[in-house]
């Protein structure tokens, strides 16, 4: 994976050294400081934070609240710099390894993350107080050697999206059992929609695989037991997901081409109505309503057992995982930036402004939509099973096993095929 590879080329010819804040603050004598009326962090060295990651959707909101913070803490400015997610696996790499940019940065959960702790490059952030204002049993994602390394901010479920106004036309409620929800899909095929808007050309298979999986896995670490050599991809409960994907495809429950098809086709179906399901997570609610105001939506989740074999309801994932730079020059300011997002206000307003919700407590949400998906916290939920696969040519390997059935393989040659490249990085 680019993001594995980078860092290791990266890590092997960066420096080892983290420089210090400066100084500056011991040298002043208690006289000065209490002549000095001014706030206390006018008398600071004027710094500049790099604040790197890839959501440039969110900008106008983290903008807003960079002001707050800077007025606050008035010798600190914070310059944000995004990059599309597919850059930031690479060109961000360099920044963030040497130092240059990136004094907090963010990272995905799972493969990501662990190959940023491999190399060194987050700070242990285990000792800061503000780890109180997060849900505990959310920030797990970003611990590694029991050293909390990063804070995940964001909470998604990566559940589909239906269109409930058209689900109560037709009289269909979200089913218990897979038999059910075939005949769901029928039922919405027979009336001249889309089943299931499904993204195969990109995110569909990462995002769909996870509801997809999680009450036909054998345990919950199965995918780490692939990993380690202790279970295969060849195994029936990976083939009976591949043949119940592939199923749907037969079937006609996905649009045409379906393989063929990126995130914003996808997407563009589900808000314009033609399709009833949208195989992708709660972070697309807000962007779905805010291109068609009439949508009213809700999630679900397939249950590929029968009802009463069911062990989750759903996926969830903390994920935007933030941390402070191990070679930042700055590292003490980073985590008061980080602590600012971590307050109560703070996160809120970020939730509500870019219709996220946040692992920080307490938050109170204005929208529909937050307040809909922060009703899942009642719920079953299993962690996302495609983030457990830590290493990145695994998790590809995965993926493209589903892509390898939507394009007319046989659930077990394209498990095979998988098992194959595991086999390989279990080898080295």
Known sequence: MLWTAALAVLILGSACSNNPSSASDNQQNDSVQ???????????????LS?????????????????KFQEVYPNITVEMQTLPSDQYQTSALVKI??????DLFASFPGAQFEAVAKAGLYADLSAEPFLASFNEALIG???????QLAVPYQLVYNDPIYNVKLFQQLG???????????????????NGLIPIAFAGADIGPGQFMNTMVMNNLPSDDAFTKVEAGEAKLTDDWWIKTLSQIRELNDKGYFQPNALGTKDAAAGALFIQEKAAILASGSYQLAQNKAQNPNLEQALLAPITVAADQAKYEGIHTSTFLLGVNSKSKHPEEAKKFLEFLSRREIAGQYANETGQNVTVKDVEYNTQELKLVSEWAKKKTLF???FTITNGENQK???NSIQAVLGGSSPEAAAKEAQAIIDQQLSR
């Open 141 to 147: 994602a970003g611990v590694k050697d029991n050293k």
């Open 34 to 48: 209490a002549a000095n009326s001014a706030p206390e962090e006018s008398a600071q060295p004027e710094v500049t």
């Open 172 to 190: 269909l409620t979200p089913p218990a059992d897979w038999d059910g929800f075939l005949e769901m899909c029928a039922e919405l095929k027979e």
């Open 97 to 102: 390894a040497d130092g240059s940019a990136g």
């Open 384 to 386: 996302q099973p495609r």
């Open 51 to 67: 604040f790197l990651h890839w959501r440039g959707e969110d900008a106008e909101s983290f903008n807003g609240i960079i002001s």
């Open 397 to 399: 390997a995965v993926t």
